[in-house]
């Protein structure tokens, strides 16, 4: 363990680090939040030439689609990648690795406490630009900005787990602290040999967000009282999910739903006559598409013990429906059963992959 | 005049024991209830979540999942991971307010016919009690 620090901001600070690895050759591409220059909205980049980097905006509170799915796919290119990324999208991406649907082996990850991003409705419509200064001062005094997405304000997992690289940013730090890189293994300390700044051995105090904790434990308490109150029962349910439209955008934009082939888009529920008319002699009606409760409890039982929290699905869901708040909260509960939590380490094993032979014994 | 509840309990037999136990008790001439509808399996571990959520959302009112005792899966390991799932459905049910109990996981072997026998009469009265799935008849599922 040691650490850099940098007389900058933590923004700052983080684009020198990445064109210092782009031009001394340590990766071939940095993956970074990135302003576009003519409409001033915000996507994901994968950067090659560092002349590039000014429209980087590493620390964005956006999140157009969870970095760590589309870095699971890049990783097995065999290209060197550094990759900024949040929390969530950290968690995401050891989720996937574990699935084999990317490795860590050339990657260079680089993540920093999050205070929540902002919904892509608010990205988009450049509502955000004047909510930002807000956002930043309330992150900066340790307190949950009231203009993040639900999830993000009831998220837990604030602090990266074992990035190759940790940054503390917005209410993490002392005022005036400038830019400190938290270095962690091999890996880091061979890339950044020859980057400039003060070498220490500091480690990061998780104590200063201690405050955000608490206020982070109060409005997950609260986003799930929510949810339990609306969704409770089979009259919830169809409260609920009831508006579901079945385009299936929530387990696209998933970074745990990664099968190529859903069983929720194959021909297992492609219904013919027969089943139309089985159902509507018993029911006397029926719902079109057909399933789309179905669609929600299926993906709860096949992945929320993995679902990292990170929001996307709640956020492209076209008729609003809080899917990220259900299945947090129920993903807490199914995770729980194994002691597991989603992308915490590569070696626990995903829980459906194993078994003890003594455990619920009394389901039998 | 109101018909007497009769209710529909979707079975899921592994074909090695819970299936060979309910032929047990037949040709052992048991009763038992007439509610069980059974389907064979080759092994517990071929029911995705989804067969049980299919079959509780189109309106049986009861699902049954059988399988070999741990430790005499006829594929050795089967019946551990059918229990990790089945525990996952069950507490996704629990977390929504859905009648977990209409769920349920039996281990019987092939020699225990009167076991098989005893469970379903069991498990029927449980439902019995509970009533007709309210699923049944929603239009919106």
């Known amino acids: 363990m040691s650490s850099i620090s940098i007389d900058k901001s933590v923004a700052m600070g983080l684009k020198d680090l990445l064109g210092y690895l782009l031009d001394s050759d340590k990766v071939d591409s940095v993956l970074t939040m ?114 993040v997405r639900d999830t993000c304000k009831a998220c837990q997992h604030f602090i990266p787990v074992h990035p190759d690289i940790m940054l503390a940013s917005a209410g993490a730090q002392r005022p005036g602290e400038g830019c400190v890189l938290y270095l962690e293994g091999g890996k880091a300390e061979e890339a950044l040999r020859e980057f400039r700044g003060v070498r220490d051995d500091r480690v990061f105090d998780p104590s200063s967000l201690d405050r955000t904790a608490a206020a982070r434990k109060k409005e997950r308490d609260r986003l799930f009282a929510r949810v339990e109150n609306d969704c409770s029962g089979l009259d919830g349910l169809l409260n609920v999910f009831g508006k579901c439209v079945g385009c299936h955008g929530c387990s696209r934009v ?16 492609d219904y013919n006559l027969p089943y139309f008319e089985e159902h509507l002699s018993r029911r006397g009606a029926l719902r079109l598409p ?60 995903i829980p459906v992959m194993v078994f003890k032979e003594e455990e619920f014994s009394e389901l039998g | ?41 080759m092994c517990s571990s071929r029911v995705d979540p989804v067969f049980l959520l299919k079959a509780y959302l189109s309106g ?53 016919g009167p076991k098989f026998a005893r469970i379903a009469n069991e498990f029927t009265e449980e439902i019995r009690l509970l009533g007709e799935n309210p699923t049944r008849k929603s239009i919106f599922l």
């Open chain 1, 34 to 147: 990135r302003r576009i220059p003519e409409t001033g909205a915000w996507d994901l980049a994968l950067i090659t030439d560092s002349g590039n980097l000014g429209e980087a905006e590493p620390l964005a509170p956006v999140m157009t689609v969870n970095a760590g799915k589309e870095l699971s796919s890049l990783s097995l290119s065999g290209k060197r990648i550094a990759a900024v990324l949040k929390p969530c999208e950290l968690r995401a991406l050891i989720e996937r690795v574990k699935r084999e649907q990317g490795s860590l082996q050339n990657l260079l990850t680089i993540s920093h406490t999050c205070s929540g991003v902002f919904p892509l409705e608010q990205a988009a419509d450049g509502s955000m630009n004047e909510l930002l200064p807000k956002y930043e001062k309330v992150a900066s005094m340790g307190e949950v900005p009231s203009s």
């Open chain 1, 254 to 269: 998933c970074p745990i739903c990664y099968c190529a082939l859903c069983d929720f888009e194959s021909m297992n529920f």
């Open chain 1, 290 to 349: 057909p399933d789309t409760v179905m669609f929600h409890l299926g993906r709860l039982t096949h992945m929320s013990f993995s679902c990292v929290g990170c929001g996307m699905c709640s956020d492209v869901c076209p008729v609003g429906i809080p899917v990220a708040a259900v299945f947090s909260r129920t993903g807490e509960r199914t995770a729980s059963l194994f002691d597991y939590v989603p992308g915490r380490s590569l070696t626990e094993e």
């Open chain 2, 1 to 41: 005049m109101n018909k007497e509840f009769v209710p529909r309990i979707t079975s899921f037999l592994c074909k090695w024991c819970s299936y060979t136990g309910a032929d047990l008790a037949g040709t052992s001439r048991l009763q038992y209830s007439a509610s069980i509808i059974p389907i064979q399996v």
């Open chain 2, 60 to 112: 049986s009112d009861g699902v049954l999942l059988g399988g070999c005792h741990p430790g005499d899966c006829h594929y050795e390991t089967g019946n551990y991971h059918t229990r990790r799932r089945f525990a996952i459905v069950r507490e996704v049910f629990e977390s929504l307010g859905l009648e977990s109990d209409r769920l349920r996981l039996s281990w019987i072997s092939a020699s225990e």
